[in-house]
C-alpha cells in the first residue's frame, strides 16, 4: 500500500502490549477500557511531538536563572472524540492535553449501507485555521466515519495539515481514501491491519471497539 499521507505505528512495547489486551476476545470490558486509555494516552504521547506549540522562556529555578520551553496556551487545541468508541481513548488523550477544548461526534454507522450519518455534533460554527484537531477514533474500517468527521472540520476551517488521527486499529480502504483526500493529514495507530470482513469489521480487529469498552452485548 502506497499512502501519499503518513501513518505512524509507533514500536513501543506498552502499545503492543495493550494492543495485545485489547485484541483478546477474552479480555472483559473494563479491562479492555483500561487498555484502550493507555493506547489512548501513549499514541497521543507520540503525536504531540514536533506538533504542541511551544515558547522558549526563561524561568527562576530556586538558585538561578534557567532557559525553559513551555506549551503555548494561548494556541488553540481541540479534541475530537468520535462516539462510542472514541470515548474509550479520550482519558488517555485528554490528560495530556488538559487545556485543549473538547468537541464531540457522534456517528452511527448504518450497519446495511455502511454508510455513516451524524446523530450529534458538537462543534463549533467556525474553526481558527491554526487549530490543532487531535480526533479520536479507534477503528478505521471502511472510512465513513472518518471522512465525514474530517469534513466537518474542515468546512469549519480546520487545516488537515494540524490534524492528527488517534486510531487503535487502521484499515487499508479507510487510509486509502483519507490520503487521496487529505496528503497533509497524519495518523497514529496502534497497528495497520489487513483488511474488511464482508461486515465492514477490520479482521482480526479487535471486534466492535464501542460495544466491547461500553460491555454492550452484541
Ligand atoms: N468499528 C468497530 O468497532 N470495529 C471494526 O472492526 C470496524 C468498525
Known sequence: MTLQMRVYVPDHPLIKHWLGVARDRDTPSVL??????ELGRWLTYEACR??????????QTPLGDCPATLIDPTQPMAIVPILRAG?????????LLPLASTYHLGLVRNEETLEASCYLNKLPSELLPQTR??????????GGSILSAMQELTQRG??????RIISIVA????????????????????????????????????????????GTPA
Open 158 to 163: 480546520a487545516d488537515p495539515a494540524l490534524i
Open 50 to 59: 514536533n506538533w504542541l506549540p511551544t515558547e522558549d522562556t526563561v524561568v
Open 171 to 214: 484499515a487499508p480502504p479507510a487510509l486509502q481514501k483519507l490520503s487521496q483526500l487529505y496528503a497533509s493529514l497524519q495518523i497514529y495507530t496502534a497497528t495497520i491491519d489487513e483488511g474488511l470482513n464482508e461486515k465492514g469489521y477490520i479482521v482480526p480487529g479487535l471486534g466492535d471497539a464501542g460495544d466491547r469498552a461500553f
Open 32 to 37: 479492555f477500557k483500561s487498555a484502550m486509555s
Open 87 to 95: 470515548l474509550s481513548l479520550f482519558e488517555g488523550a485528554q490528560g
Open 133 to 142: 484537531v487531535l480526533i479520536l477514533e479507534p477503528m478505521l474500517a471502511t
